[in-house]
């Protein structure tokens, strides 16, 4: 709303993106795709919130990349463009993906209490950036997903010192602040 307020009073030159679930190399211990592939080489129960039904749509972080930059380049100033891969799929599924990947059995999965505010769906058109300025993904997400779950396989020392037993903790809002 600010960046579409100043645009309208003093014709500042922006355009908004907003995109689904962003997951790739470097991603955060704490979220769900290093989450699970770190439990999993550790062979560590993988929690899935709830019923593991919440549905995202993912996008590998340089197909989010490259919409930024065409945006940046060729967006039309004070327009907002929606930025997704059309890669819904349950947490559940996304889950049972890793495990296959890194041959782990699916009894690792225990189900636990579902986060406070866990929405059941997050997906976005993607129909406007498309149409208007050409982009699409390049990455299927089987290739993606497995250059992901490979990076953290081979990347333990990047990983090793964030993957703490906060961040790989089940229930991370349950944690108190060491503040």
Request: glycine fraction near 6%.
């Given at each position: 709303?600010?960046?579409?307020?100043?645009?309208?009073?003093?014709?500042?030159?922006a355009s908004i993106t907003r995109c689904t679930n962003n997951f790739g190399?470097?991603?955060?211990?704490?979220?769900?795709?290093?989450?699970?592939?770190?439990?999993?080489?550790?062979?560590?129960?993988?929690?899935?919130?709830?019923?593991?039904?919440?549905?995202?749509?993912?996008?590998?972080?340089?197909?989010?990349?490259?919409?930024?930059?065409?945006?940046?380049?060729?967006?039309?100033?004070?327009?907002?463009?929606?930025?997704?891969?059309?890669?819904?799929?349950?947490?559940?599924?996304?889950?049972?993906?890793?495990?296959?990947?890194?041959?782990?059995?699916?009894?690792?999965?225990?189900?636990?209490?579902?986060?406070?505010?866990?929405?059941?769906?997050?997906?976005?058109?993607?129909?406007?950036?498309?149409?208007?300025?050409?982009?699409?993904?390049?990455?299927?997400?089987?290739?993606?997903?497995?250059?992901?779950?490979?990076?953290?396989?081979?990347?333990?020392?990047?990983?090793?010192?964030?993957?703490?037993?906060?961040?790989?903790?089940?229930?991370?809002?349950?944690?108190?602040?060491?503040?």
């Amino acid at each position: 709303m600010f960046i579409q307020a100043y645009h309208k009073t003093y014709n500042l030159n922006a355009s908004i993106t907003r995109c689904t679930n962003n997951f790739g190399p470097y991603q955060f211990p704490e979220k769900l795709i290093p989450k699970t592939t770190i439990r999993a080489l550790k062979n560590l129960p993988i929690p899935i919130y709830g019923t593991g039904k919440n549905i995202r749509d993912w996008i590998y972080v340089q197909d989010h990349c490259a919409a930024i930059d065409l945006v940046f380049a060729n967006g039309k100033p004070g327009e907002t463009y929606n930025v997704s891969s059309g890669n819904e799929m349950p947490n559940i599924d996304i889950a049972r993906k890793i495990l296959s990947m890194l041959n782990k059995n699916e009894s690792l999965i225990r189900f636990v209490e579902d986060r406070p505010g866990h929405d059941i769906r997050y997906s976005l058109d993607s129909s406007k950036i498309k149409s208007k300025l050409g982009w699409k993904p390049k990455f299927t997400f089987k290739k993606a997903l497995g250059t992901t779950v490979k990076w953290y396989q081979d990347n333990e020392k990047w990983w090793k010192p964030l993957a703490t037993k906060e961040t790989l903790s089940p229930t991370p809002w349950k944690q108190k602040d060491a503040n």
